[in-house]
């Protein structure tokens, strides 16, 4: 735009015009500035510097003397790139964290039949959004509801209960008879299972129940293992407690529910585990009324986990300002896998001839070096589409580096 703002500044100023929730805005406000194309621009001319020292080779070998060798200075050049796919992978990393505040965080709510998913969906919510029923199977299809969740963009997903082969209901038992799972419930169960495997988060809700005068604690056993394989699968499995309202009143005993169901599943962290009543948020005003609140509050919790950015390595003090790549969208990291592949095919390439000389015992670095330097001018020219640059292989700045650098011609 007339100079002014490069591709990046454009599709961050879109992004702001469309932000619905705080986080979004601030998400978009971070890529309006100029930081993501300086860093690109920065790979870019990286990447440049690398592929000049090889078109030195490819044009001067002959009649110019190089303070290194062939084989010392592609190795060198495999050394610089192989930094960059590490900063490159870090950054596309943070964008797909980006991408869940742009898009939204999908979460599944999973359980048996009568659990309280639905409830808890309507509390969180504020409305009722679904049916609620004491009759097993009310909910047959994912319902999903959008919401902003702490500034968060969520996509809530209320799913079929899911149970073992045959359920013994309350009216089955004073019968004799054992309910059997219908067509139509085992396609919902399914469907339940995949929306799970597909979301961001997965909010296991179990319950505790009544036999006789005695609150028991006897999930299904298909719940158990559903989530258990989740948990082992993704970190980001929360567990819900549901009816506590049915205790005494006793923290022991809330407490002794809890270690049982962090036994049963030993991969979902106890902080993780939340104790809630949906029935008390019915009955009181107070302001954690059935735990709700704080359940929210450790939701929210791990929202931040998931949208934080992530340090290129463990050595970095300072991972704010890797905050930036957040703001980098599907196109960029789209271009950014395909820059990562060519990088990585020049990797593979200088690998492979280093190895090659290595079997032979022959000294000079047996590599391709206009394939090689093609794969540096095919990545470089992803990061400048990026920014709206276009080809990014300029022989002007090509020859520019090879004079500067090696002084070829004087």
């Not at 008879?177 to 799970?196: D, F, L, N, P, V």
């Not at 929202?303 to 003090?317: G, L, P, Q």
């Not at 990797?347 to 000079?364: P, R, W």
Request: with cysteine; proline share 2%; aromatic share 4%.
């Amino acid at each position: 735009m007339n100079d002014r703002l490069d591709l990046t500044q454009v599709e961050a100023l879109g992004d702001t015009l469309s932000a619905n929730t705080e986080q979004q805005r601030r998400l978009s406000v971070r890529g309006t500035t100029n930081n993501l194309s300086i860093r690109y621009e920065s790979w870019r001319k990286m990447l440049l510097a690398a592929r000049g020292e090889l078109e030195a080779l490819i044009d001067f070998s002959e009649d110019q003397h190089f303070d290194e060798s062939p084989s010392e200075l592609a190795s060198s050049v495999a050394d610089q790139v192989q930094d960059l796919v590490l900063l490159i992978d870090t950054h596309r990393r943070n964008a797909m964290r980006g991408e869940l505040l742009r898009n939204g965080i999908a979460i599944s709510l999973l359980g048996a039949p009568n659990a309280g998913k639905s409830s808890l969906l309507n509390r969180i919510v504020g409305r009722e959004a679904a049916i609620v029923s004491q009759e097993a199977g009310t909910t047959r299809d994912v319902v999903e509801v959008g919401i902003d969740l702490g500034g968060y963009l969520c996509r809530l997903g209320d799913t079929a209960g899911l149970r073992s082969a045959v359920l013994a209901t309350a009216k089955a038992q004073q019968e004799h008879m054992q309910e059997k799972i219908s067509m139509i419930e085992e396609e919902g169960m399914r469907r339940a299972k995949q929306r799970a495997i597909e979301s961001d988060v997965v909010i296991a809700v179990l319950s505790l129940e009544l036999e006789g005068k005695k609150v028991v604690f006897k999930p299904d056993q298909e719940v158990i293992d559903t989530a258990a394989e989740l948990a082992e699968q993704k970190s980001n499995v929360l567990v819900v407690l549901n009816k506590i309202d049915l205790l005494s009143g006793h923290a022991s005993e809330l407490e002794n529910f809890r270690r049982q169901v962090a036994d049963a599943l030993p991969h979902v962290r106890l902080e993780n585990i939340f104790a809630i009543s949906c029935r008390d948020t019915e009955i009181s005003t107070a302001p954690d009324a059935g735990h709700i609140p704080s359940f929210l509050s450790g939701l929210i919790r791990q929202f931040e986990d998931m949208t934080s950015a992530v340090a290129a390595t463990d050595d970095d003090t300072d991972p704010s300002i890797w905050q930036e790549s957040l703001g980098a969208t599907e196109r960029h990291r789209l271009l950014l896998d395909e820059c990562q592949f060519h990088l990585e095919q020049f990797l593979g390439q200088v690998e492979a001839g280093t190895q090659n000389t290595e079997d032979s015992g022959i000294e000079e670095i047996d590599v391709d070096i206009v394939l090689a330097a093609e794969n540096l001018r095919d990545a470089a020219n992803c990061l400048a589409r990026i920014t709206g640059k276009g080809e990014a292989g300029d022989v002007e700045e090509v020859l520019g580096v090879v004079f500067e650098k090696f002084c070829v011609g004087k």
